[in-house]
């Protein structure tokens, strides 16, 4: 647990590193389903608000992470890993209005990995 709760500081600090984007993208609510390209069906990306903290979900063909994420304006700061360990990682991202809700631009890294990868994500719906 005390890893989990390194890299989410990480991720804090990594994410404020960066310059801010418009302002009007500080106050977009997040919550919600995300698609991203070559989505299929029944993979899912999820974020649900629960007090300060945001909690997330990937759902995948290759299996399901959960994650930690903290936002501070228009940067979203996320720790993940699978529900039994094994793949932990962050992931830092730009919060951007879009046209049918708000998109997340950004990268991520697993703890094995050398090198980052560029992600983003788009709203696709509210939660249930």
Known sequence: MRTLSFIAGLCLVLGLAAPAQAQDA????ITGHYSWPGIQEGEDYA?????EVYQV????KA????GVAIRE??????????PTGGNLGVAVYTIEKGEKGPSLVGK??????KLV????????????
């Open 63 to 66: 299996g399901n992470w959960i």
């Open 47 to 51: 974020i649900l608000k629960n007090g």
């Open 108 to 113: 991520w890294a697993s703890y094995k990995d």
């Open 117 to 128: 990868t560029k992600d983003a994500y788009k709203w696709s719906r509210k939660l249930e």
């Open 73 to 82: 304006g228009d940067r979203l700061a996320v720790a993940w890993d699978f």
């Open 57 to 60: 979900l990937w759902r995948t």
């Open 26 to 29: 500080k106050d977009v609510d």
